[in-house]
């Protein structure tokens, strides 16, 4: 048996043209190395979340220093612990929602599932038993448990499991649409919505960024149908656009907003979930028939997971990284835009901050170019839509991101000639 020959992930859904594995066996700023000595530049920040690079000595002494001092005692019923105390009074305090309540998980997927769960159980409590309807846009991707597989707005991630989703009561809303997504509403029964959730940039699903108004005029379609508005954040927060969250960038204030990728770079599993208190409180109210909501792993507010997330939220704010994703943007849409003319590509799509996609025509193989590029030393993916999805750590420079490009053109030239 050859080393690895277990290992399903990535091997079951991998193109026949993305050729042999890589085993990463190291990384340094925005650098990865194989097993054989290869370095590469991490274009796509591992799967858009080591926001402040690799190697991080100091992220890893966080770590040491609280295994050392306690590995984690697990937060449920009358139990906490302090990394976890400290992480999410600080989430609550750098979100966009005053005084946000906190729930710690242990990561993307799981942040959405708790989302949807609570929309749901919210609506019950407040009296709306028929809201059971959670409503996402088309492309979205919102993590591979239970509901986000049956929210997925990427059919192939909806479907093949014997029913139209997971859960019965799910639709979808049109992508940057906003009037297109009323007219849904309506035909889906308004008072039957308990959610609508969505990403604000489109990540997964192409990188496809907000048309004008539309995220604001989704938040208040929400609310004027009486659902919760559920910001996915996590490809967008921590930075990753330019601004601490997407949520601040476009003026939004979130009933729910999921987290992960970002908190901790990758450092460890974790994510987060903050509630805004007018959701919150139904959950508080101190009455004997106010029924607890029953949420909180083993895992959930990990001190050590924590207490990483402390120390690259510390070098985010120190390095003042947030302002160079912000000042990244520029840069990106530099060197990117002249691609707009290439032959094999249909669109350049800015995703905002440090968030881009290069979608390539659609008889082009995008998994086959990604490979080549990545054979030339960068990183990259080939998404939906054959979109190239562009997403560095932050603390690439303005060379090495003109070098993704140059480096993209090249396999591009290499195809036309
Ligand atoms: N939501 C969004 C918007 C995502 O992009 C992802 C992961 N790509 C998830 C949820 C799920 O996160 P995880 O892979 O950490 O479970």
Redesign the pocket.
């Known amino acids: 048996m050859t080393l690895g020959e277990a290992l399903w992930h990535g091997q079951a859904h991998m193109p026949t043209t993305a050729r042999t594995r890589l085993t990463i066996a190291g990384g340094d700023g925005a650098y990865v190395t194989t097993d054989d000595g290869r370095r590469l530049l991490d274009a796509t920040a591992g ?2 979340h080591t926001n402040v690079g690799h190697g991080r000595e100091r992220i890893a002494r966080a770590a040491y220093d609280q295994m050392c001092r306690l590995e984690t005692y697990h937060c449920f019923g009358r139990f906490a612990n302090e990394p976890a105390l400290r992480l999410a009074d600080r989430l609550s305090a750098l979100g966009p929602v005053d005084g946000a309540k906190v729930m710690l998980t242990s ?6 599932d708790l989302a949807c769960k609570l929309a749901l159980r919210h609506a019950q409590l407040s009296g709306d038993t028929t809201r059971t309807v959670l409503v996402s846009r088309d492309r979205a ?5 239970g509901l ?1 597989t049956s929210i997925a707005g990427l059919p192939y991630n909806r479907d093949g499991y014997g029913s139209p989703s997971l859960v019965p009561d799910t639709a979808r809303i049109p992508t940057n649409d906003l009037d297109g997504a009323r007219a849904q509403i309506e035909r889906i029964g308004p008072e039957r919505i308990a959610a609508i959730v969505a ?1 604000p940039v489109i ?2 699903g192409g990188v496809h960024g907000p048309a004008e108004g539309y995220l604001e005029g989704l938040q208040a379609l929400a609310h004027d149908i009486g659902a919760l508005f559920v910001a ?1 954040e ?2 967008t927060g921590f930075g990753r656009t330019g601004h601490w969250f997407a949520s601040d960038r476009w003026g939004l204030q979130p009933d729910v907003i ?1 987290l ?2 970002g908190l901790t770079s990758g450092y460890a599993p974790l ?1 987060a979930v903050l509630v805004a208190p007018r959701v919150a409180d139904r959950f508080f109210a101190d009455t004997p028939d106010t029924p607890m909501f029953r949420h909180g792993l083993t895992y959930s507010g990990h001190a050590t997971a924590c207490a990483v997330a402390e120390a690259n939220l510390d070098i985010l704010a120190e390095e003042e990284l947030v302002a160079r994703a912000a000042a990244a943007e520029d840069v990106l849409t530099k060197v990117l835009d002249p691609l707009r003319d290439h032959p094999l590509v249909a669109e350049v799509r800015s995703g905002a901050g440090f968030l881009a996609g290069v979608a390539l025509r659609a008889d082009v193989d995008g998994a086959a170019v990604a490979a080549d590029v990545t054979d030339e030393g960068v990183i990259l993916r080939a998404i939906h839509e054959n979109t190239l999805q562009i997403c560095p750590p932050f603390v690439v420079t303005d060379d090495e991101v003109d070098h993704i490009a140059t480096t993209i053109r090249t396999a591009l030239d290499r195809r036309v000639t």
């Open positions: 799967l858009w990561g993307g997927s799981d942040s959405v991707y919102h993590g591979l448990h986000g990403e990540g997964t996915d996590v490809i999921t992960a990728k994510g």
